[in-house]
């Protein structure tokens, strides 16, 4: 197992025992622009955006900086590991699949999904975590298979805006976007090639499927059955995808929001990965060797950056 100093640390670890309103790409900046937006041209989400105003989205974190409930190894309860859908940026929590799914199926809601991250960070957490809580359920959910962490060593701390104590000490790279805490130059010869390297089918594939098999070797270790279910029709999807997903996952019964309040996936969508994931617990289909492998082959053959 990683030091503690590094291996606890996450994205929101800042963050811990607060609540607070905004959360990554659903910041108070990007909001205004996408509200003057929608007003100028009167879209229908405009009165989602009113309603956000009137009752903001609040993001209650745990002692461990989670968006959960309260960690504990005597009152039972479902893990789950994923990036922002399944922690629900841009989203109540009450909209979330996570969220909703915990409420179906009872138990205390350790949520130890972290927004902007690829499975490694879940193992990671999932390692980190594991023993402090009781469970007898894992659900796995990361629709992106090209999300890469990197630890940052001492001397990058130094350019933390947060400071050294509240640094999280990772990063995750995205190579399929220019973005990420060391300065890459992708245009030129030397990042290109990292490029190539990181977005290679097969790299992608090994790096997802490894972390994966470590993940069910960590819930079969610890007595916690996991659940595994890729989104074939989102993977790395482009905008133009992302609004067709927005005109088709339209429906949740019980919100009175369509809309995220960010650039994230609707409410619907959210309410579809809960139908997915309850299908797979309803079918019995856990997250076997084969399963995964079935699962991810599928994923390669969908995934529009192959």
Known sequence: MLTTKKGDKHLNYRFRDSTQYWEGSDSNENFLINYKEAKANNWPKLKDYDYYIENPIEYKYNEYGFRADEFSTEHNGNIFIGCSHTFGTGH??????????????????????????????????????????????????????????????????KFSPLGKDQWNHWETIFPHL???????????????????????????????????????????????????????????????DMAEFRKVFRVNPNSPVEE???????????????????????????????????????????????
């Open 92 to 157: 109540y929590l009450e909209n979330t699949w996570s969220h909703i799914l915990n409420e179906q199926i009872g138990g205390r809601f350790y949520n130890m999904a972290v927004p902007g991250t690829g499975i490694q960070t879940g193992f990671r957490m999932l390692e980190q975590y594991i023993d402090k809580v009781k469970a007898d359920k894992c659900f796995i959910f990361y629709p992106h298979h090209d999300r890469y962490d990197f630890s940052l060593g001492e001397e990058d701390e």
């Open 178 to 240: 220019d973005y990420g805490f060391y300065d890459i130059k992708w245009d030129d010869k030397s990042g290109k090639a990292l490029r190539r390297l990181l977005l290679d089918q097969d790299h992608s594939y090994y790096i997802h499927r490894s972390n994966l098999l470590a993940i069910l070797y960590l819930c079969e270790k610890n007595n916690v059955t996991p659940y595994f279910w890729q989104d074939f029709h989102f993977g790395c999807a482009t905008p133009e």
């Open 260 to 306: 995220a309040r960010d650039i994230h996936m609707n409410v619907g969508w959210q309410y579809r990965l809960y139908l997915e994931m309850k299908n797979v617990i309803d079918s019995g289909k856990t997250a076997t060797l084969e399963e995964v492998e079935i699962q991810c082959e599928q994923y390669n053959k969908t995934n529009p950056w192959w």
